[in-house]
């Protein structure tokens, strides 16, 4: 019969493993790097970010069943850039509005105080604006533009494999269903290739 007793993994307290036939209790380290795994950090990552060094991280994820895929974790990286991106984009968007305020601010400022008070506020907002917005880098256009080729092969390949499947037909004689100027347009084609010496 299996211990219920959690095992000791390098000075940590985990859980034992699923196979083990019971649960002991979680140490809030090893549930650190379980929720950080879950959410796809590295090994690396939760160790700089838990303060538990990387030999404690690894023996703790092996004891929870925890493996760390690269693709998984890079999956998850992406993710949370694009919230991040999404976030600052919020962020940026508040900015704006602040500095909508700023300028109606100092174009109906009653003293030179107060307009140089609201012109440093736009200022200050302006910066913070091109703080926040994400630069693009050239991964980012890369990958955009390699995501817009694709989707245009993509496209293409459709309306090729449409073109083929008419051509089909119409050389079936099935010219029910076809379109007409495109019947009209095969037709007229023909037509050029017999009166054609």
């Given amino acids: 019969m299996a211990s ?3 095992k000791e993994t390098g000075g940590e307290l985990v859980p034992l493993r699923p196979g083990d036939g019971g649960h002991g209790p979680v ?3 090893a549930e650190m790097v379980q929720v950080l795994a ?3 950090f590295g090994r690396n990552e939760i160790a700089r970010r838990t303060g538990i060094p990387e030999v404690s991280v690894s023996r703790i994820a092996e004891s929870l ?3 760390f895929d690269r693709s998984q974790t890079e999956q998850a990286l992406k993710a949370r850039l694009a919230d991040l991106k999404e976030s600052q984009m919020g962020l940026a968007m508040g900015a704006i509005e602040d500095m909508i305020k700023a300028r109606y601010r100092i174009a109906t ?3 030179d105080r107060d307009f140089a ?3 440093k506020a736009f200022n200050d907002l302006s910066q913070v604006y091109q703080r926040l917005v994400p630069q ?9 533009a390699t995501s817009l080729i694709d989707r245009i092969v993509a496209g293409l390949t459709v309306v090729a494999e449409e073109l083929e499947e008419r051509d089909r037909l119409y050389d079936l004689g099935k010219l029910e269903g076809l379109d007409p100027e495109y019947v009209k ?3 007229k084609e023909e037509r050029q290739k017999h009166d054609e010496p």
């Fill in 4 to 6: 219920l007793e959690p």
């Fill in 27 to 29: 140490h809030p380290r």
């Fill in 38 to 40: 879950e959410q796809g």
């Fill in 65 to 67: 069943g925890i493996t």
């Fill in 109 to 111: 400022a009653a003293t």
């Fill in 117 to 119: 008070f609201a012109t």
């Fill in 136 to 144: 693009w880098t050239p991964e980012d256009v890369n990958e955009e």
């Fill in 185 to 187: 347009r095969r037709q």
